[in-house]
Nanobody, 127 residues
Framework: VQLQASGGGLVQAGDSLRLSCEVS????????MGWLRQPPGKEREFVAG????????YYTNAVKGRFTISRDNAKNTVYLQMNSLKPEDTAVYYC?????????????????????WGQGTQVTVSS
């Protein structure tokens, strides 16, 4: 499976960006998906996740109310709408997929099964 993330860029605090992730190599419709990010000098961290169907979502507290994850299974694409961006959102963002089909829960334990295959996209937020 390949996950191609795009849509990053340089923005100012308070701006919005929408990231896209195109999935190839397998159908994404049976797999929960998510976004991870790696801030400069820090470890990769979980951002958001979405179930394979019914649109259940889960977010890390730092982005709740500002970021929205969604998916279009017909297009094999996952999105991350990021509003009210802050300088601390600066990171390389990676699209990720659960390594097991049809599993999802709103928990950090579930997010540990996300695997980021492919290049990330850089998001830089200036103050």
């Amino acid at each position: 499976v390949q996950l191609q993330a795009s849509g990053g860029g340089l923005v100012q605090a308070g701006d919005s960006l929408r990231l896209s992730c195109e999935v190839s190599g397998r159908s994404s419709s049976d797999y929960a998906m998510g976004w991870l990010r790696q801030p400069p000098g820090k470890e990769r961290e979980f951002v958001a996740g979405i179930s394979w169907s019914h649109g259940r979502t889960y977010y890390t507290n730092a982005v709740k109310g500002r970021f929205t994850i969604s998916r279009d299974n017909a297009k094999n694409t996952v999105y991350l709408q990021m509003n009210s961006l802050k300088p601390e959102d600066t990171a390389v963002y990676y699209c990720a997929a659960d390594d097991r089909p049809r599993r999802f829960s709103q928990s950090i334990t579930w997010s540990n099964h996300l695997r980021a295959w492919g290049q990330g996209t850089q998001v830089t937020v200036s103050s």
